[in-house]
């Protein structure tokens, strides 16, 4: 399974940087590296952390990790998360993303400060009664708004560090 994981990711960030989704033409794919554990993605590193944690709890480890709770930007990025939760050994049926509207009622921004352009909101999400912090859910990879202070399992990310010759 972990070899048809990377795989599928190896694949999807070849075809990203094909495709231009967040490519970086001044950066050679083999020419970036990540934590051992960590999966590349275009010029981001994620990893699925099975320990659950409040929103917030979860931010600050990701951040002690050199990161943040992942940021998603498209359909391929969205796809990969997902199957990261899939993946995971204790995984619940939804994790922790590092979108939320904690400041400001249904103005969503995420925890690493990159530009939320892309949204894959279940129907009838976001939904302010039910909290102000997002999870996926792993079925679908669809996003679900929950409380902040839930326990649940998360995704960070971080840049890929770059091989120096």
């Known amino acids: ?10 694949l999807c960030g070849i075809s990203g940087l094909l495709t231009g989704v967040r490519a970086f033409p001044s950066k050679k794919l083999n020419d970036l590296l990540c934590p051992k554990g960590w999966t590349l993605l275009d010029c981001n590193c ?3 952390e099975d320990e659950a944690r409040t929103f917030s709890d979860a931010e600050a480890v990701c951040n002690i990790l050199g990161g943040n709770l992942v940021s998603i ?6 796809a990969v998360v997902q199957q990261l939760i899939v993946a995971g050994e204790n995984n619940d049926e939804v994790s922790w993303i590092g979108l939320h509207d904690s400041i400001e009622v249904d103005d969503y921004i995420w925890t690493d400060g990159t530009v939320e352009d892309f949204r894959n909101f279940a129907n009838g999400e976001p939904n302010a009664a039910t909290g102000n912090c997002v999870v996926m859910d792993e079925t679908e990879g669809e996003w679900e708004t929950a409380s902040c202070e839930d326990l649940q399992e998360y995704v960070c990310i971080k840049e890929a560090h770059r091989l120096f010759h």
């Open 46 to 48: 994620y990893v699925y």
């Open 1 to 10: 399974m972990a070899f048809a994981l990377h795989s599928f990711v190896l």
């Open 73 to 78: 930007h498209n359909d391929l990025e969205n």
